[in-house]
Each structure stands twice: as structure tokens, then as C-alpha cells.
């Protein structure tokens, strides 16, 4: 019985009914009736395999064509993050003479002063991974903790202490080199450059830095004047900057500290303009006393304007930083035209604004505004992301790019096309996908927070970590959530001087007080002069320790429930 020539010892393939000769050589054969029926059966088989063959290829180009889609689109959202500028801090309050940590993007950062200019690194040592921060400066040179390894301002391995003189060639050896990050100080802030934390080779935009410092449009005026301030909040970054976008919320949250429940009242807000990069809002109505403009940039920064009619200006200019998952560095500078402020209160301002009053001062009134909104906005992000857990890379897929998989048909099982990239993208912390329902904002008051969330929901829900973060956020107490010794004095130099200084006045003064009170009660002559000075040692001891207190924790309730 004669063979079909469809098939071969390889088996039947679909694809056969392209070979020329296979197509050819069916019609030529004379056949008995019995074995033409069945090659018939061979011949429809055949095409139905051509035709399955054909769609396979179809859903195959298709599948091809999303990935490539999806690469762009997830490429281009992550760049957002990526090519950015994060502030590192204020170099006026930050000590040069240690080095500093600080996580950007869920990765750890070490960043010093070499003497001539501010440094940063990945914070870990090439040696054996331990962070470079806990360690100190040898000169203008970092010094690893753990073994001495010693690196300048390069990155550049200058003394490795375990080897010997023939062998110190290793720590010529690029891999004794640490990662290196581009900084630049501009108007008193540190700012790093963050494509490298994502191994992203684009060089830095100094453009895009000259735009955010505001150097031609605001610091440009004459008599204006600034005071700055960071901590760190147990808040993700798009929870701090709906925050700052949204002037509302002013009068009650921030009541008996910089504002009133009586000055609540409409704030109509309109979006002016809007892009991929940010957008701009305008509050204008003729029965506000002032008018104003709030702004936000990619992905960062925000900005707002309150213009008091034939009067004076101020600026509230935040930057952010994102730590990790449910933690972020504020970075606010507050600006004044003070010139243009009436009497009496332009007084107030001068002593405020005043170079020579100590940092710490503003820092502790900062602290007051801070703490009033820090708990409950704490709070709102475990609600933002559903039992206190951000959602996995495959949901974040499945979530933020459907759309796109429905217009190209594809995998509707539990697969998504994440699973076959071949470089697997950063992890981001999303916040609730169904913030539209959930949220109810019927009044304008409330559009650049909505604009702000529109924004967010275009580059995929939330940040785009550098690193893998972990999927759970861990709930504070108010204990944490109004602690200022780790989240702002210990990188703040002013504050930190202040702290040592009343530690110092205690140490001294306790005993010091021990010793005026028994001197007043052994010595009849001078009972007064040295009981006015227990008095006097006294009131030092107990204002030094009521500044400790205050530069290391805060006070609960806030004051607008006091």
C-alpha cells in the first residue's frame, strides 16, 4: 500500500504543505479508488493544517507586536521615574564632615563632601555588600566600616589594608570601584540624578535641574527670602504629593498652627495646561483676598503660589524623595517677599527669615505643621493600598495595561504578557486601582488631586522602584509616626547641635543644681544669692530638657484638637 508523501519518518508537520514538492507530487500519482479516498483525506488535512499553521502565525505576530507595545509602554513609564532629579538635602544643615545614607528609589545611597565638591555612591562596598555610610571619612576619602577600604571622590579603591605591596594592584581592579551617581548642588540643595540606580546609561539633564531649583522665576525677586526644611514621613510619595497639591484641606488640618477654620471657603481650581510632564492649576475667583497658581512636575515636584492682591507673594516649593514603600523625604522651601509684607508683621518675618536665627528654630515650628497631617495621612495610605499590602508585579500588569491586551487579543488566561519579556522591569508600589470609585470629589477644589491621580494612573499606579521592594507595608503607631530624632534631627546639623547642646546643659546643670540647693541649706550668709541661683539652674535644666524633647518626638493630639 502505497504511502502518502505527506508523511516521512519526522511525522506529519502543518508547515509541509508549503514544500513545493509535496504539492506537486499528490495530483500526479494514479491511484486505486480505495487509496485515492484516503489520500483525499491526506489532501484535507493537509490545508486544515495550512490554515491552522496560518492562524497560529497571526497570533504569534500579534503577540509579538503587544510585547513590543508593552516593553514601550512599561520602558517609557519607568524612565519617568528614572531620568528624574531626588534631593539628597539641604547643604547648609547637612554635616561634611560624615557621610550620609539616604534610600532612593529602594536603594541605599551614601553621599559625602571630598572638600571639593558633594559625592554619591550606591551605598554598598565592593568588598562584601555592608554600607559604606556607617563608616567615616579619612581625610576627604570614605573609609568602609567593616575592613578600611578606602575610596575618593571618583569611586576610585586608593588602599585596600589587607593586601600587601605586590598586591595592591587589586584595588586597581574595576570592580574594586564603587557604582558612582551623578549629584549637583544648586541653591544650597543636593540633588542626585537617578538613572543609575536603574542602570540606565542616559547622562544627566541639567536642563531639567535648572527648571526645578526656580533660580529665574522666583529667587530672581528682589527681597525674597527662604527658610528650608526635610524629614522623613511614613507616607508612599504620591500620598505626600496629593497632599501638597491639595490647598483645601489648610484651614482644618493645620488649625491654630498656620491657619484658621474660619478662613475655609470655596477654592475653585482649573487646570491650565497639562502633559506627560506635569500639569498647572490656577485658583482665581474675584471674592478670594488671594489668588494663585499650583504646579506639579515629573515626578517630584511641586510648586504653589499665593498671590495676595497689591500685597505680598509666597512660594511653597516641596520636593520628594521616595524611599521605599510606604516611606518618602519631604524637602520644603518656604518663600516670602518679605519687602512687600505690611508692618507689623513684616518684623515677625525678618527675624524669621533672619540668616542669623539657628536652623533649629524653624525646624521645630515645621515640625508642628508636619505632625498635624502626618498620622492620618499615614493611615490613608494602608487604606490606598488594600490590606496594607502594594500590589504584585503580575496584578500591576493586569491592572494598568488591559486595555492595551484587549485591543490586541491576547492571553486570556492567567498568564500576561509581563511573563515573557525578557528583562524583567522594576517593581512599583501601586496605589488602589479603583481610586475613581472610592473617591468622591464633587467640588473643584479638588481637581489638581485628581489631575495628579490621572497622571499617576498613565505611568502605571505608582513609583517604579530601582529595587524590588517588599509587598508588605508595616503599620506605625503615633509613637513612630511623631518621632523627629531619626526622621529629621540626625541628618540636620543645626538640629543636632541644638540636641547636644541641651543634653550638655543637663549633664552639667542636674548636678550643678544638686550642689546650689545644699550649699543653700549649710550656708545661713547665703541663703538668697544661692537660692535665686538654684532658681536660675533650675529653669536652664528644664528648658533644655523640654528642647530635647522637642527635637526628638512630637506632641499628640495636634493642635486643632487640643
Not at 555592608?130 to 576610585?156: A, I, K
Not at 517588599?470 to 534631627?489: A, N
Amino acid at each position: 500500500m502505497l504511502s502518502p508523501p505527506a508523511f516521512g519518518h519526522r511525522g506529519w508537520c502543518p508547515h509541509d504543505i508549503h514544500s513545493p514538492s509535496l504539492v506537486t507530487a499528490v495530483p500526479s500519482v494514479s491511484l486505486p479508488r480505495r487509496v485515492e479516498g484516503r489520500t483525499r483525506s491526506y489532501t484535507a488535512s493537509l490545508v486544515i493544517g495550512s490554515l491552522v499553521s496560518c492562524v497560529t502565525d497571526l497570533q504569534q505576530k500579534k503577540r509579538k507586536r503587544s510585547r513590543r507595545f508593552i516593553q514601550l509602554r512599561a520602558t517609557s513609564a519607568v524612565e519617568v521615574f528614572a531620568r528624574a532629579w531626588y534631593p539628597l538635602g539641604f547643604t547648609a544643615v547637612t554635616d561634611r564632615g560624615k557621610p550620609h545614607h539616604l534610600r532612593v528609589c529602594n536603594v541605599p545611597v551614601v553621599f559625602w563632601h571630598d572638600g571639593d565638591a558633594w559625592r554619591a555612591a550606591i551605598d554598598e562596598c565592593p568588598h562584601r555588600r555592608v554600607r559604606l555610610s556607617e563608616g567615616r571619612l579619612e581625610g576627604s576619602e570614605l573609609q568602609c566600616p567593616y575592613h578600611g577600604w578606602t575610596f575618593n571622590g571618583q569611586g576610585q579603591c586608593t588602599r585596600i589594608p589587607q593586601a600587601d605591596e605586590s598586591s595592591q594592584k587589586a584595588r586597581l581592579s574595576p570592580r574594586a570601584c564603587l557604582s558612582m551617581l551623578p549629584t549637583e548642588e544648586r541653591n544650597g540643595l543636593l540633588f542626585l540624578w537617578a538613572a543609575g540606580l536603574y542602570g540606565d546609561p542616559e547622562p544627566p539633564d541639567h536642563q531639567a535641574l535648572d527648571e526645578l531649583i526656580h533660580q529665574e522665576d522666583i529667587f530672581a525677586i528682589p527681597g525674597v527670602q527662604y527658610v528650608d526644611y526635610s524629614r522623613d514621613l511614613f507616607m508612599d510619595m504620591p500620598i505626600l504629593l496629593e497632599n501638597v497639591l491639595d490647598p483645601a484641606h489648610l484651614p482644618f488640618t493645620h488649625h491654630a498652627t498656620i491657619s484658621s477654620r474660619k478662613q475655609a471657603a470655596e477654592i475653585p481650581i482649573q487646570i491650565t495646561s497639562r502633559d506627560p510632564g506635569g500639569f498647572t492649576g490656577r485658583r482665581d475667583k474675584p471674592q478670594l483676598q488671594a489668588s494663585g497658581v499650583v504646579s506639579y512636575k515629573a515626578p517630584n515636584h511641586v510648586w504653589s503660589l499665593t498671590d495676595r492682591k497689591d500685597s505680598y507673594r509666597d512660594w511653597n516649593i516641596v520636593y520628594a524623595a521616595p524611599i521605599c514603600p510606604g516611606r518618602s523625604r519631604i524637602f520644603v522651601r518656604v518663600v516670602f517677599e518679605v519687602p512687600k509684607v505690611p508692618m507689623p508683621l513684616r518684623q515677625i518675618f525678618q527675624v524669621v527669615f533672619s540668616p542669623s536665627l539657628p536652623p533649629w528654630v524653624t525646624h521645630l515650628l515645621n515640625h508642628n505643621v508636619l505632625e498635624d497631617d502626618n498620622v492620618f495621612l499615614h493611615y490613608q495610605g494602608e487604606t490606598m493600598a488594600p490590606d496594607g499590602k502594594q500590589e504584585s508585579r503580575r496584578k500591576f500588569w493586569r491592572c494598568s495595561f488591559a486595555s492595551s491586551l484587549r485591543d490586541f487579543d491576547i492571553m486570556k488566561d492567567d498568564r500576561t504578557e509581563a511573563d515573557h519579556l525578557s528583562k524583567p522591569l522594576p517593581a512599583r508600589a501601586r496605589t488602589d486601582a479603583k481610586w475613581q470609585e472610592r473617591f468622591y470629589t464633587p467640588t473643584s477644589s479638588d481637581a489638581a488631586v485628581l489631575c495628579y491621580h490621572r497622571w499617576l494612573q498613565d505611568v502605571g499606579g505608582g513609583v517604579h522602584w530601582a529595587r524590588d521592594p517588599s509587598t508588605s507595608i508595616k503599620r506605625k503607631g503615633r509613637e513612630e509616626l511623631l518621632e523627629r530624632l531619626h526622621s529629621h534631627t540626625d541628618h540636620c546639623w543645626s538640629c543636632s547641635e541644638a540636641l547636644a547642646l541641651s543634653q550638655m546643659l543637663q549633664s552639667w546643670g542636674r548636678p550643678l543644681l544638686l550642689l546650689a540647693l545644699l550649699t543653700t541649706v549649710l550656708l545661713d550668709d547665703f541663703q538668697w544669692p544661692l537660692a535665686m541661683l538654684s532658681i536660675a539652674v533650675a529653669a536652664v535644666v528644664a528648658c533644655a530638657a523640654a528642647l530635647e524633647k522637642q527635637l526628638t518626638v512630637g506632641e499628640y493630639p495636634p493642635p486643632r484638637n487640643r
